[in-house]
């Protein structure tokens, strides 16, 4: 099992990470589908290399083909709107926040998969990105449509778990070298 692999090389001073990995994926009350499109989402977002060729086999195993392309998408679309929307709400000149954006962003409307989870992995992605507009925007979204803060917050602690772990063993590759 990959999740068994990436919980063994977490070195033991970031024992809480490896506790709270398996927490998170092992133990949640997460849909299938929800979870592992969270993850793997998640798991492209980290930016880790190491994270996502031991994380990906199983999401990939564990979602339709929509689904996984989907949670692709979603990590793709999100590493282009968190910047944009990010830098147009850090500026100071709220005449940016007018200005058309421009950009194409189609899959928004039809991913392939039920709203609510292409929401809740754009949601975790935007966590790991760390753009609070777009965590505003699709927290709001998610809670309009019924999903509960308890499984909206699920969903940034997967966020989170996988970005530390991927930061950890990214720590510890180039520290071997």
Request: aromatic share 6%; hydrophobic share 45%; net charge negative.
């Amino acid at each position: 099992m990959a999740l068994d692999e990436l919980k063994s090389a977490i070195p033991d001073y970031a024992k809480d990470l490896k506790l709270n990995l398996g927490s998170v994926i092992g133990n949640s009350e997460l849909p299938q589908q929800q979870l592992w499109g969270t993850v793997l989402a998640c798991a492209i977002a980290s930016r880790s290399p190491k994270v996502l060729r031991e994380l990906e086999p199983e999401a990939k195993a564990n979602l339709t083909p929509e689904a996984y392309q989907a949670a692709k998408s979603a990590a793709a679309i999100m590493a282009m709107n968190n910047v944009f929307y990010r830098t147009r709400h850090l500026l100071s000149d709220p005449e940016y926040g007018t200005m058309r954006a421009g950009l194409r962003m189609n899959v928004i409307g039809n991913p392939g998969v039920e709203k609510v989870d292409f929401e809740l992995w754009s949601l975790a992605v935007s966590a790991i990105n760390g753009c609070g507009m777009c965590l505003d925007s699709h927290e709001q979204v998610l809670r309009k449509a019924g999903v509960d803060r308890d499984t909206i917050q699920e969903a940034f602690k997967i966020a989170s778990v996988i970005q530390a772990v991927g930061a950890t063993l990214d720590a510890e590759a180039v520290l071997a070298e």
